[in-house]
């Protein structure tokens, strides 16, 4: 079967939900993407949107749960299909869903602290001493977010300093 990737830009419009299906995990939430364009007189309109059901699995789960939330901007990318099924009233209808294969924040729109597993960076100046994640831990903020974690490891995005935060 052949997989069409598309690339979505816009907000997570809902509290990502996390489940196990079998023995993996997912997170599934929905994006909407609006286009806008400038009218005759100078100012903006909303034109269509686009809404999509996105599904994240393997190591996605963990990054999307602990980053990201409703009101989120996101860059998405991954396969997109269409599900159909019948509603409450018999009437056969189809959504459009996304199984992710990337998901970050829109650095556009949002500025973002990002924690790297434990392994070296890349050394990118000459005469640098090359730092690890342990390096870069050490001069972040401390996290105070403390018990604003849910069980499932899930936070909202301003509960945990630097992690997202929207600009002044």
Known sequence: MFETSITVVGNIVNDPQRRRVGDQ?????????????????????TANSLFVTVNCWGRLV??????????SPVIVVG??????????????????????????PDVSRVLVHVDRPNQSVPDTTA??????????????????AGDN????????????????????
């Open 25 to 45: 995990e997912v997170v599934k939430f929905r994006v909407a993407s609006n286009s806008r364009r400038r009218t005759p007189t100078g100012g903006w309109e």
């Open 62 to 71: 963990t990054g999307v749960g602990a980053a990201l939330g409703k009101g």
């Open 79 to 104: 396969d997109v299909h269409t599900s159909e099924y019948d509603d409450r009233d018999g009437v056969r209808r189809s959504s459009l869903e996304m199984r992710a294969t990337a998901v970050g």
């Open 127 to 144: 005469g640098s001493v090359p730092s690890t994640a342990d390096d870069a831990d050490q001069e972040a903020p401390e996290d105070t």
């Open 149 to 168: 974690a849910d069980p499932d490891g899930f936070t909202s995005p301003g509960s945990v300093p630097g992690r997202l935060a929207w600009p002044a």
